[in-house]
């Protein structure tokens, strides 16, 4: 079955960076994007961006631009996410979920991944 | 940037229907996807492009748009559709698409 795997828990203290994985199964990686959205604590949910993983092309979050890296492993159907100087209100769980084409629903989601950020 | 406006909260009794709705400009002439979030869970996409429905959500779930709303309609409400619901659209107006998601709306089931 169609599945995304994310990795697991993070602690981070502020000003650190931290990247979470998402293994993707079930269907060929390449034909869809992956986006990815963070939910705060109590709040709602935020998107980050997506990537293709047939060319590699990103589209950020203007929030996150600078701080936010996405990048695929084609080798492995596995989709990364990397934010660097990490503040508290990074907070969140950090999902991924695949993305057809530009104005296509998120069908599968992963289980999310907590990633705390806390001196 | 777009903005999507959710009522923060809809209570609705068992067996009833419930609307949850989703406004923004001229919204009707965007695609809008649903998706459903319980506690500690992930979402899960319940309507697609305003109406369509993914395979293994029940008919109760559908959709529409038009003008400044769109809507989510889950007729013959049951406890277990208690949940957060999140409207979302593509804000393709820059060369830089981007998602939008709704604040999320609280359905309660009296």
């Known amino acids: 079955q169609v599945q995304l795997v994310q990795s697991g828990a993070e602690v981070k203290k502020p000003g650190a960076s931290v990247k979470v994985s998402c293994k993707a199964s079930g269907y060929t990686f390449t034909s869809y994007g992956i986006s990815w959205v963070r939910q705060a604590p109590g709040q709602g949910l935020e998107w980050m961006g997506w990537i293709s993983a047939y060319n590699g092309n990103t589209n950020y979050a203007q929030k996150l631009q600078g701080r936010v890296t996405m990048t695929t492993d084609t080798s492995t159907s596995t989709a990364y996410m990397e934010l660097r100087s990490l503040r508290s209100d990074d907070t969140a769980v950090y999902y991924c979920?695949?993305?057809?084409?530009?104005?296509?629903?998120?069908?599968?989601w992963g289980q999310g991944t907590t990633v705390t950020v806390s001196s | 940037s777009y903005v999507l406006t959710q009522p923060p909260s809809v209570s609705v009794a068992p067996g009833k229907t419930a609307r949850i709705t989703c406004g923004g400009n001229?919204?009707?002439?965007?695609?809008v996807h649903w998706y459903q979030q319980k506690p500690g869970q992930a979402p899960v996409l319940v309507i697609y492009?305003?109406?369509d429905r993914p395979s293994g959500i029940p008919e109760r779930f559908s959709g529409s748009n038009s003008g400044n709303t769109a809507t989510l309609t889950i007729s013959r409400v049951e406890a277990g559709d208690e949940a957060d619901y999140y409207c979302q659209v593509w804000d393709s107006s820059s060369d830089h698409p981007s998602v939008v998601f709704g604040g999320g709306t609280k359905l309660t089931v009296l």
């Open positions: 001229n919204i009707g002439s965007k695609s």
């Open positions: 492009y305003d109406s």
């Open positions: 979920a695949r993305v057809g084409e530009v104005g296509a629903p998120m069908d599968v």
